[in-house]
């Protein structure tokens, strides 16, 4: 893995601003092989608890990735309560990191004791993004956020090999797969190709092949639907309540958008 040093840190994601407990309603993850963004790592955790067999992992980021080896660690290493502390309310950092940093491999260990010497991990985080002030109803749209799921969730880490990661761009990335999915998810890096809807759909040809009989692409999350011209080219449109809670209670809803072959 590309060593990161600490001057080379781009800005990532602590956790999901989507409602990732929805996807299990739209597709059965079940056995299935699922491929999926970093991001914060919640696409992954999230899928593992749906029950999915297998799960490979692409970003280009390599900060999110390196994040993700600390969340992965954390999550088989500490107790719900001290994962919250650190990674929710940025609070005993340092005594809970000594608890998981030996089981970081050397080039991220000797990132993160650099990040938590000269600065914080909340230093690493998209400054336009804030954490919610609570997590006692966040488990309603990312799962392992509930404590008797997060329990479930380091189970399963502890029986599962540490997933394969691709350090490559969605605009690149399928001339490295050399297997089929049934899932792949592509969160919302749609807005970020530039592309009309029309050029996306025939730039997801490329992944299609890549898809086994009946597999679904998750093309697209969205938080204000433009519905219509993404179903002229085929999308279908899975209408869930809003990840922000307040939102939700007053009925606003995002829009998943799936591609199936």
Do not use: C
């Amino acid at each position: 893995m590309e060593k990161l040093t600490i001057d080379k840190i781009e800005n990532t994601y602590s956790f999901t601003n989507e409602n990732l407990t929805e996807y299990q309603n739209i597709v059965d993850f079940n056995g299935k092989s699922v491929l999926t963004v970093v991001g914060s790592g919640d696409q992954y955790f999230s899928s593992l608890l749906f029950g999915a067999k297998e799960i490979d992992l692409f970003d280009n980021n390599l900060t999110a990735l390196y994040y993700f080896y600390l969340k992965y660690y954390a999550i088989m290493i500490l107790s719900y309560e001290d994962f919250l502390t650190s990674f929710f309310y940025d609070k005993n950092t340092h005594e809970n990191y000594s608890k998981v940093r030996d089981y970081l491999p050397d080039e991220v260990k000797d990132f993160f004791d650099k990040v938590l010497q000269e600065k914080s991990l909340y230093s690493l985080l998209y400054k336009h993004f804030t954490l919610p002030t609570s997590a006692n109803n966040i488990d309603r749209t990312i799962p392992y956020l509930n404590g008797k799921r997060y329990y479930e969730l380091k189970e399963l880490l502890k029986n599962t090999t540490f997933p394969k990661m691709f350090l490559k761009d969605l605009l690149i990335l399928y001339e490295s797969l050399d297997k089929n999915y049934d899932i792949m998810i592509f969160s919302n890096i749609y807005p970020y190709l530039n592309m009309s809807v029309k050029k996306y759909r025939h730039f997801l040809k490329k992944y299609e092949k890549f898809l086994n009989k009946d597999g679904v692409i998750f093309a697209n999350y969205e938080w204000l639907s433009f519905e219509k011209e993404f179903k002229l080219y085929g999308f279908k449109s899975h209408y869930v309540p809003s990840s922000i809670e307040a939102k939700a209670k007053l009925d606003y809803k995002n829009n998943i958008l799936t591609l199936k072959k």
